[in-house]
T-cell receptor, first 119, second 113 residues
């Protein structure tokens, strides 16, 4: 199974709403990622979890709150978003290994994304 | 500065024709280079991944090449199909033990009948 699933596929929310995006993988990957992608732009890294611990936070506003309940699940909690936060939110996962004393990550497998619209 | 530049920005070809997309990078230290295909509104799908010691890798009608000396890669698509219409993104990983990868801006390919 080389699939990363994301729910929901589409989400429309108001600026005062609280919602969550969910991501799941069963490939045994120990690194999971959240990306934000605007139209015609490459994905921008938001967060990385490694072995269920937050490893990278790319200075993302606190209205985005990630959570990694276990090695297969990754959530992104949304609260008080702005219209400019409307985008495609992508989850990805990858293997993590050690070679020559250095940690390396293998190919990232991406989910289909959640199309978020903030009104 | 760690950068990945792709060319052309967009490309239109006729169905059945071949095409080649380019990726130049200044990422250091280099770990690996990946090509992804992304359909509009969908997540990227991995096509190939190459490490420093590999200079070519194929996946069906897709063939990627890597010249680590000149820091250039290309993705060659043979006998294009309408379903090849998508964005193709070059992504370079750094050998620093971290998780960040450097994304190119992508090439948008349009295949016409």
């Amino acid at each position: 199974d080389t699939e990363v699933t994301q729910t929901p596929k589409h989400l429309v929310m108001g600026m005062t709403n609280k919602k969550s995006l969910k991501c799941e993988q069963h490939m045994g990957h120990r690194a999971m990622y959240w990306y934000k992608q605007k139209a015609k732009k490459p994905p921008e890294l938001m967060f990385v979890y490694s072995y269920e611990k937050l490893s990278i936070n790319e200075s993302v506003p606190s209205r985005f709150s990630p959570e990694c309940p276990n090695s297969s699940l990754l959530n992104l909690h949304l609260h008080a978003l702005q219209p400019e936060d409307s985008a495609l939110y992508l989850c990805a996962s990858s293997q993590v290994g050690l070679a020559g004393g250095r940690r390396f990550t293998d190919t990232q497998y991406f989910g289909p994304g959640t199309r978020l619209t903030v009104l | 500065k760690n950068q990945v530049e792709q060319s052309p920005q967009s490309l239109i070809i006729l169905e059945g024709k071949n095409c080649t997309l380019q990726c130049n990078y200044t990422v250091s230290p280099f770990s690996n280079l990946r090509w992804y295909k992304q359909d509009t509104g969908r997540g990227p799908v991995s096509l190939t991944i190459m490490t420093f010691s590999e200079n070519t890798k194929s996946n069906g009608r897709y063939t990627a090449t890597l010249d680590a000396d000149t820091k250039q890669s290309s993705l060659h698509i043979t006998a294009s199909q309408l379903s090849d219409s998508a964005s193709y993104i070059c992504v370079v990983g750094r050998n620093t033990g971290g998780f960040k990868t450097i994304f190119g801006a992508g090439t948008r390919l349009f295949v016409k009948a």
